[in-house]
Nanobody, 124 residues
Framework: EVQLVESGGGVVQPGGSLRLSCAAS????????MHWVRQAPGKGPERVSI????????SYADSVKGRFTISRDNAKNTLYLQMNNLKSEDTALYYC?????????????????RGQGTQVTVSS
């Protein structure tokens, strides 16, 4: 059974940092690209960051570029998102997704599994 379990969310002040983790099980983690996606209340999902299967390629949404860092440890079957200099607009439910199909040149992705998410709230 494929499982993706996020952790590391919480309440943090503006300018603070958090590190999210996504523990994967039930499939060969190193065979799949992975993304972080977030959804704020009343808004649609936003793809935050992507990483390919060996970690050699990463990409970020403009809204988080320079502040967030995605990484993965294939030996531990774990995906990470280091978030620095957090802003109020980063408040959202963050979840990891497994990529079923990708065309990076055209920016087309299909997801087949997602975790339940971890809440990040940035507030003073």
């Amino acid at each position: 059974e494929v499982q993706l379990v996020e952790s590391g969310g919480g309440v943090v002040q503006p300018g603070g940092s958090l590190r999210l983790s996504c523990a994967a099980s039930g499939f060969p983690f190193n065979n799949f690209d992975m993304h972080w996606v977030r959804q704020a209340p009343g808004k649609g999902p936003e793809r935050v960051s992507i990483i390919n299967r060996d970690g050699g390629f990463t990409s970020y949404a403009d809204s988080v570029k320079g502040r967030f860092t995605i990484s993965r440890d294939n030996a531990k079957n774990t995906l990470y998102l280091q978030m620095n200099n957090l802003k109020s607009e980063d408040t959202a439910l963050y979840y990891c997704v497994r990529v079923h199909y990708s065309d990076y040149r055209r920016g087309i992705y299909e997801y087949d599994y997602r975790g339940q998410g971890t809440q990040v709230t940035v507030s003073s």
